[in-house]
């Protein structure tokens, strides 16, 4: 099979050039359609994606009033600081505005079917943006919605954290194509999306876990399926340092995630092994940089002094959730 292609920095910055950066709001391969895993998406489609962050983060006021009239209805049932923010940021900088829904205020699934939410915020809004705790809840949501659904976090996939983080090493490595990604902790709904946007773009992306948290095998089989497209390479190890032996970036996330408290006191003493401080940092490339989707817990999977250090793009990465998150709303809702 030919090899699709994928991001490169010298070829980004050529297409990159010209009105609106030359990417086409009116050619979106997305329109109308929902954002639920990154493996929904094709090769092309998760490119178009990217050069589009960059195009609005390059041009933010071509894109003021694309959005003009348009609303989202964002469904939180966990706390968030980047997704929320972001995406109501987003929108309204798009010319368009958002609607906080808190847990209390639908109930979702409890005080009001799953199906009838989705049937009225079809009736009112352009699209809704949904974090979840069970992600069966965000597909069962999307089916019944006549509009377009975001799957702002659930517990088994992160797509929108994954392309932003794509969208950070692009701008720093200058490439995807190729380079070595090793991700250290919990085989979690971060280091899911990681792999299937790994597989995408080219990237060789090692996932070292202790043993009993590896990854989801079905999610790793389509991730592994799609790498055959582009080139990319999705290993499992258990042995923290030989993923990060010679990695371009070295990315962990907390070891317990939301919903898993219960299991917090077992993990610590799980865990330590998989800590990023700055000796098993020091086993990557020497300028390779340092990646957490936040929030941290110091102290546990990554040191301060790892963190706070120059080849940390953490803040990078937050930033780039803003300029992802407003390429997936034009790529959704625009009309050219």
């Not at 009225?120 to 949904?130: D, G, P, Y």
């Not at 069962?140 to 996939?157: F, K, Q, Y």
């Not at 992306?205 to 989801?216: H, I, K, Q, R, S």
Request: proline share 4%; hydrophobic share 45%; glycine share 8%.
């Amino acid at each position: 099979m030919a090899r699709l292609r994928v991001i490169r920095g010298g070829a980004f910055a050529r297409q990159a050039r010209g009105s609106q950066g030359g990417v086409s709001l009116k050619a979106s391969p997305l329109k109308g359609r929902d954002l639920l895993s990154i493996a929904d998406l094709s090769v092309a489609e998760v490119n178009y994606l990217i050069r589009l962050a960059q195009a609005v983060k390059r041009r933010p006021g071509s894109y003021r009033r694309a959005l003009a009239g348009r609303s989202l209805a964002l469904i939180f049932e966990k706390p968030s600081l980047r997704t929320r923010i972001t995406f109501e940021l987003g929108m309204e900088q798009l010319g368009g505005w958002a609607v906080y829904l808190a847990p209390q205020d639908i109930g979702l699934g409890q005080r009001e079917a799953v199906r009838d939410v989705a049937c009225n915020l079809s009736r009112w809004c352009s699209a809704i943006m949904i974090r979840s705790f069970a992600h069966d809840t965000i597909i069962e949501l999307a089916t019944h919605a006549s509009i377009p659904v975001i799957n702002g976090l659930s517990n088994r996939l992160h797509p929108c954290q994954a392309l932003g983080d794509y969208l950070t090493l692009l701008e720093k490595k200058k490439r995807l194509e190729g380079l070595r990604v090793a991700y250290v902790g919990d085989g979690n709904n971060v280091a899911h999306s990681l792999a299937l946007g790994a597989a995408k773009l080219g990237v060789t992306l090692v996932l070292a876990t202790p043993p009993g948290y590896e990854p989801a095998e079905d999610i790793i089989a389509v991730a592994r399926r799609d790498a055959t497209q582009t080139g990319a390479h999705i290993l499992l190890l258990h042995d923290p340092w030989e993923a990060v032996a010679g990695a371009d970036a070295v990315y962990t996330d907390v070891w317990t995630s939301m919903g898993k408290e219960a299991e917090a006191d077992v993990r610590r003493q799980v865990f330590p092994p998989y800590q990023v401080n700055q000796a098993l940092f020091a086993a990557a490339k020497p300028d390779a940089m340092f990646m957490h989707c936040l929030p941290a817990h110091r102290g546990e999977e990554v040191t301060d002094e790892v963190i706070d250090s120059p080849r940390a793009i953490v803040y990078d990465q937050a930033e780039n959730r803003l300029h992802i998150q407003k390429a997936i709303l034009l790529a959704l809702l625009s009309e050219g």
